[in-house]
């Protein structure tokens, strides 16, 4: 691991790292405040005429590997006259000690502060990154909400896949980009530097004018929410003449353009993921029913074999990772995936480096994956994700795997080597009965029971991992309303009972679980609208930070601020996340456009009930989700009909160059 340089740093005129420096002994991880990552960027402040802050609303350890953040820090860099720096949440100990000595929310990079930026993106993944967002902004010394800022203060741009429903912090952010963010970024800052070179003319709000004409960037002020009386939306309508009644979503076409993150970031501290991560395509048309990202990120791009091969290469040449993770929602549905991890195992044969895929579809791995993946002896995890345990509930949500599915693959796993497999699972799912829930228990047992035929071996373990459904917009259960917290788990209480009924295999498996009251709360800011901004800021009041961690996340807290400010509006909790919605119903994000045509959605959650499953029409013809006509774009596959070949051996820690052809 990298060590931080004791050579005296050369401090900008506006940096607050003097100050900042002696407060660091005295917290937790100091050495995540530091910066001077390899592939860190640090830009003179006057020679560039566009300023970002990045961040991802999160700490450093979880931040850092980001890879929206790191393609977006190294595509604005590139640019001769743009600066970008990274900043991320930092724990309530530095929190405390920079407001006793007013040190404001920093960049990690060159420690310069936040406010002196002329943007500031924020990319979420997950709702519960909202309260942060928050401590964020006062930190940096801008006013937490957005009708009170001045030319002086940054823009602020939400992004990420919370962002396709940025209405609960309607009120913190200036504007909000829907989608990839490679171009859009760019968009932007040609914007800013413009009206910037033509002195500035009409303030902030023309600013803000001229990213909304562009029609893919959301500013919230520019538009008006009418309530009927019993509290459901009337209508979302511009305020102003010049701005779209819909704003839509950006897609990024041709991934082979953009092969980032070319420098990724190496971390100084202990990160979640530290590996070299390709992203090998993106979207997914498998359709299931509960997945926002499968929905949102349509059409599937492929990136080609050979462009994902000079990736790796240049990627672990810079960085000197060992694990590459070949990233995707569904990874092992390239069209090529056979031959990248067969050419990439063959390239690296001999080496420490390792390959991996994240949660894999059940029904997509076979043994000569397995054995590429495995082939330098180095066996990275392996998740599989049948998310629903009956075949029921399966159909229900339209993830098309059988139990017969699974075992087969388990058993592939199991037989190549590894020992060890994680399950991944929902609860709460719409129609969900205990009965549902159970059937894991009973797919777990076969899975050891198999696991031990196939390999004469006791030393066979799986672990169940169980998350509480949320229903997110843009998708068919945008609709649906959430089980209680006490209903999810009685039902999680019932599995770990069923698991553990036969003691030889219920120790070889795993239990871990998320309780049904951080699903709730995410539920209430998933599906909320503008008056939901009014709970965040008063659980931020309170004290909330980091909400996403267990043992900083408090449900009481987020129960009592939504019954003390939902009343004023004539709604609760309950409103926000038990309630089925109808189909007419306005939703708070129904204006901002996915591509997603809203009467397909509404018939595939009718689908859902009748336990229809839908194709993935990479494979069938056309079924008018709406996104290719509307966003003028097309689903791009393979095959390429060419190969990853080693043109010499990689020996040690060097590796060759120009290895692909």
Known sequence: MSVPSTTPRTIAANSVWPRLEPLL???TKPIQYVGGELGAVVKEWDAATVRWALMYPDAYEVGLPNQGVQILYEVLNELPDTLAERTYAVWPDLEGLMRAHGVPQFTVDAHRSVRDFDLFGVSFATELGYTNLLTAIDLAGVPLLAVDRTEEDP??????????????????????????????????????????????????????????????????RFYDVDYLPDGRIQRVVPNRADVPFRV????????????????????????????????????????????????ITRPVRERSITTVGQMVQQGLEFSGFHEVGLLSLSSADHSEIGDMCSGLAEQYQGTNVSLSLPSTRVDAFNIELAQELSRNGRRTGLTFAPEGGSERIRKVINKMVSKEDLIRTVVTAYTNGWRQVKLYFMCGLPTETDADVLEIADMAHEVIRAGRAATGSKDIRCTVSIGGFVPKPHTPFQWAKMERPEVIDHRLRLLKQAINADRSLGRAIGYRYHDGEPSLIEGLLSRGDRRVGAVIRRVWENGGRFDGWSEHFSYQRWVDAAAEVLPDFGVDLDWYTTRERDELEVLPWDHLDSGLDKDWLWQDWQDAHSEYEQDDCRWTPCFDCGVCPTMDTEIQIGPTGRKLLPLTPVNGLKLPTGAQQ
């Open 25 to 27: 002994p005295q917290v």
């Open 155 to 220: 823009v602020i741009v939400a992004g990420g896949h919370a962002a396709f429903n940025p209405e609960p912090i309607a009120d913190f952010v200036d504007a909000a980009v829907l989608g990839d963010g490679e171009e859009a970024v760019l968009e932007i800052t040609a914007i800013v530097r413009e009206w910037k070179a033509e002195g500035r003319p009409g303030g902030r709000d023309e600013l803000l004018l001229r990213l909304a004409r562009t029609e893919s960037v959301y500013v919230p």
């Open 248 to 295: 839509h979503k950006r897609t990024t076409m041709d991934l082979d353009a953009w092969p980032y993150p070319k420098k990724p970031l190496v971390p100084l501290a202990e990160t979640v993921h530290e590996r070299y991560a390709v992203e090998i395509f993106r979207g997914c048309t498998r359709g299931c029913r509960f997945c926002q990202a499968g929905m």
